[in-house]
């Protein structure tokens, strides 16, 4: 059971922004950093931001993130063909002590 | 360049044990500051976060798993492994092997520095199916 709670599924067409949202409790978003994920078709999941804002080198500047009280943001601009993929976002929750994903978020470039 | 491998049986049945290892190379296991993870992508849907375990052997698993799963780790074989008990179905899955780094981080806000605590997989193993049928 997924505890994130994210939008089942967004999109654009190329070079437009999409925001995919991911909503949380204090015990996950609230007291601790936000992760996100990639997960092209077929493959297994990717690190694409960690620590709320931070991204792994070689991760493209379109992909940014945010957080706020209890939900966090990923903001893809300039969107592009191979952008198509499952996101998820993640983080630690005190109350489980232990890790909770979103429940995705399918991007679609129309 | 670390990488991770998942192996074990393909098929397992129903009320039986599954066992999957996951084998390191490219970096030791025994980094202080790496726990090493254990998740799990049932057909079609999201992300489910199994367990962890820690080098000296600590571990943290998920609540709605924990009366079922073991996660254990060898140093001197750099792999660690998950085993899961009494399977159904329910179990079938695509599953993952991750590197889990934690850490204590700080910021300046307003002038004013805090800490914080982070948490993240950033290496992931390609996966392995695991099916529960008799």
């Known amino acids: 059971q997924s505890v994130l709670t994210q939008p089942p599924s967004e999109s654009g067409t190329p070079g437009q922004g999409v925001t995919i949202s991911c909503s949380g409790s204090?015990?996950?978003?609230?007291?601790?950093?936000v992760n996100w994920y990639q997960q092209l078709p077929g493959t297994a999941p990717e690190l694409l931001i960690y620590?709320?804002?931070q991204r792994p080198s070689g991760v493209p500047d379109r992909f940014s993130g945010s957080k706020s009280g209890t939900s966090a943001s990923l903001a893809i601009s300039g969107l592009q063909s191979e952008d198509e993929a499952d996101y998820y976002c993640?983080?630690?929750?005190?109350?489980?002590?232990?890790?909770?994903f979103g429940t995705g978020s399918r991007v679609t470039v129309l | 360049q670390l990488q991770l491998q998942e192996s074990g049986p393909g098929l397992v049945k129903p009320s039986e044990t599954l066992s999957l290892i996951c084998t390191v190379s490219?970096?030791?296991?025994?980094?202080?500051?790496?726990?090493w993870g254990w998740i799990r992508q049932p057909p079609g849907k999201g992300l489910e976060w199994i367990g962890s375990?820690?080098?000296?052997?600590?571990?943290y698993y998920n609540p709605s798993l924990r009366s079922r799963v073991v996660i254990s780790i060898d140093t001197s074989k750099n792999q660690f492994s998950l085993q899961l008990s009494s399977v159904t179905a329910a179990d079938t899955a695509l599953y993952y092997c991750?590197?889990?780094?934690?850490?204590?981080?700080?910021?300046?806000?307003?002038?004013?520095?805090?800490?914080?605590?982070?948490?993240?997989?950033?290496?992931w193993g390609k996966g392995t199916t695991v099916t529960v049928t008799s």
């Open positions: 991750a590197r889990d780094v934690r850490g204590k981080g700080r910021n300046m806000v307003r002038g004013v520095i805090s800490e914080y605590n982070y948490y993240y997989m950033d290496v």
């Open positions: 490219g970096g030791s296991i025994s980094t202080r500051s790496n726990h």
């Open positions: 375990v820690y080098y000296s052997g600590s571990n």
């Open positions: 204090t015990s996950n978003i609230g007291r601790n950093t």
């Open positions: 620590s709320n804002n």
């Open positions: 993640a983080a630690w929750d005190d109350s489980l002590n232990g890790y909770v």
